[in-house]
């Protein structure tokens, strides 16, 4: 069974940072991308970043220059550093791994954390 536990979220004030970890525990899943999603209260669920092994990482328009995905290729845990935080970056960020099981590509979803920005 493959579980993915995100952590490292929290309430700070705008401009501050957060270090999100993702951690998948399946000793048998070997993880070929990662990536984190936020879903804000209202809105639909976006992607935020993306890494794959050996890939160039991707982000959306919002998190470039301010967040930064990083994972050893091959590892299990990654993490996204947000800096210079917003309020509108309040949501909930999720990481979605993807890898092989069998012959199909499968995706896992983590139940997420919690980031609030506030004055």
């Known amino acids: 069974q493959v579980q993915v536990v995100e952590s490292g979220g929290g309430l700070v004030q705008p401009g501050e940072s957060l270090r999100l970890s993702c951690a998948v525990s399946?000793?048998?899943?070997?993880?070929?991308?990662m990536n984190w999603h936020r879903q804000a209260p209202g809105k639909q669920r976006e992607l935020v970043a993306g890494?794959?092994?050996?890939?160039?990482?991707d982000y959306a328009d919002f998190a470039k220059g301010r967040f930064s995905i990083s994972r050893e290729s091959g590892a299990k845990t990654g993490y996204l550093e947000m800096n210079n935080l917003k309020p509108e970056d309040t949501a909930v960020y999720y990481c979605?791994?993807?890898?092989?099981?069998?012959?199909?590509?499968?995706?896992?979803w983590g139940q997420g954390t919690q980031v609030a920005v506030s004055p």
């Open positions: 890494i794959s092994n050996g890939g160039i990482p």
């Open positions: 399946a000793s048998r899943f070997s993880v070929y991308a």
């Open positions: 979605r791994v993807g890898g092989p099981i069998g012959d199909a590509l499968v995706d896992y």
